[in-house]
């Protein structure tokens, strides 16, 4: 992964420029929080931050009718990625004081669908959420999926294998918990690296 940010980023990613690039995925430590002590233990360090990277995982509904609460919550800070089980780390009242907090901003792609379903588990004041697409966007870019985000701001391409795997069944896979955590790393990693960028008056190029 590119640890500076890019001299020039792109209006758009082409399949051939994707595929092309190394494929990543994030190495780095994971906390999985799968009870309510440990939980809310950790909740006023991830206050402390300016801004999250933010993401939820779902079990896949293959037939009409079908639905299911999101499974995981995911927290990427600067140093780990938090992993909470919301079945068994309390729910939503544990991270509540996160979702409503303004002042830590969380950063994700499709963040209206991810806060409209933990929602529906339980009602929060959400507030603090922004949509990475939109912050990317202000710099030209018409991509919005965070794959083509990875790629254009961070010079690297992440799989999507585990994106329909079973996210209700526990305990999850090396590489289910690997996916999960890089989703919710690089969403930050890019909203820092756009800011940067934005800060330089960089544009993105045709």
Same mark, same amino acid.
């Given at each position: ?7 020039q ?21 994971? @906390?999985?929080?799968?009870? +309510?002590? $440990? %939980? ?7 206050l402390?931050?300016?801004? &999250? =990277?933010?993401d ?18 995911q ?8 992993i ?31 806060v409209?379903? @933990?929602?529906?588990?339980? +009602?929060? $004041? %959400?507030?603090?959420f ?8 202000e &710099? =030209? ?13 961070l ?11 079973n ?17 919710a ?5 890019i ?16």
């Amino acid at each position: 992964m590119n640890k500076l940010p890019p001299d020039q980023i792109f209006s758009a990613i082409d399949r051939t420029m994707l595929e092309n690039l190394p494929l990543w995925r994030y190495e780095g430590k994971i @906390l999985f929080l799968n009870d +309510p002590h $440990a %939980a809310k233990k950790i909740i006023p360090q991830l206050l402390h931050c300016d801004y &999250l =990277g933010f993401d939820t995982e779902t079990r896949p509904a293959f037939h009409r009718g079908q639905y299911y609460d999101p499974s995981l919550v995911q927290v990427a800070s600067e140093e780990y990625v938090v992993i909470f089980q919301l079945s068994a780390c309390g729910g939503i009242p544990t991270l509540k004081e996160i979702f409503e907090a303004e002042r830590v901003l969380k950063v994700c792609v499709g963040v209206a669908d991810d806060v409209h379903h @933990l929602q529906k588990m339980q +009602p929060f $004041a %959400a507030r603090g959420f922004v949509e990475l697409s939109a912050v990317t966007e202000e &710099l =030209g870019v018409r991509d919005r999926g965070l794959r083509k985000l990875c790629a254009n701001f961070l010079g690297v391409r992440i799989s999507k294998k585990e994106q329909t795997s079973n996210w209700a069944k526990f305990p999850l896979t090396e590489d289910q918990l690997r996916y999960a955590a890089t989703d919710a790393w690089v969403s930050r990693k890019i909203y820092e690296v756009a800011n940067i960028l934005r800060t330089k008056g960089v544009r993105a190029v045709d």
